[in-house]
C-alpha cells in the first residue's frame, strides 16, 4: 500500500480555519487523526471507518472538526474550524483495521505519515 502522507498544515490566528488531507488514505479500512504539541502524549482527535458511517471524535474538539472521505482524491480530510491555540501540534494520521476496536487508540493505529504543522497565534 502507498504510504500515507500528511498535508495542508499551516499558521493561522485564533477563530481560522484549515483542512488538513491524509493522502493514499480512502481506501483504508480505518483512518483516524492525531496530533501531538511539543512536550504532551499524543492526542487522538478523530477518526472514520470505510463507509464513513462511523465517526469518533475527541472531547477536546468540541464539535469544531470534521472528519471525511474524499474517494475521488484518495484522501481522508479533517476540516479544522473555530482554531484555538491549543490546538496547535503536529498532525499525523495513520491506518487501522476497525475503528470499533481501535477507537482513537494510536497503538492500534500503524502506517504513520510524517506529519504536517498546525499553528495557530492568537
Known amino acids: 500500500q502507498e504510504p500515507l502522507v500528511e498535508s495542508g498544515g499551516g499558521s493561522v490566528q485564533a477563530g481560522g480555519s484549515l483542512r488538513l488531507s491524509c493522502v493514499n488514505s480512502?481506501?483504508?479500512?480505518?483512518v483516524g487523526w492525531f496530533r501531538q504539541a511539543p512536550g504532551q502524549e499524543r492526542e487522538g482527535v478523530a477518526s472514520?471507518?470505510?463507509?464513513?458511517?462511523?465517526?469518533t471524535y475527541a472531547d477536546s474538539i468540541e464539535g469544531r472538526f470534521t472528519i471525511s472521505r474524499d474517494w475521488n482524491n484518495n484522501t481522508v480530510d479533517l476540516q479544522m474550524n473555530s482554531l484555538k491555540p491549543e490546538d496547535t501540534a503536529m498532525y499525523y494520521c495513520?491506518?487501522?483495521?476497525?475503528?470499533?476496536?481501535?477507537?482513537?487508540?494510536?497503538?492500534?493505529?500503524?502506517?504513520w505519515g510524517p506529519g504536517t504543522q498546525v499553528t495557530v497565534s492568537s
Open positions: 495513520a491506518a487501522a483495521l476497525n475503528c470499533r476496536a481501535t477507537g482513537l487508540n494510536s497503538d492500534g493505529f500503524r502506517d
Open positions: 480512502a481506501r483504508r479500512l480505518c
Open positions: 472514520i471507518s470505510r463507509a464513513g458511517a462511523r465517526t
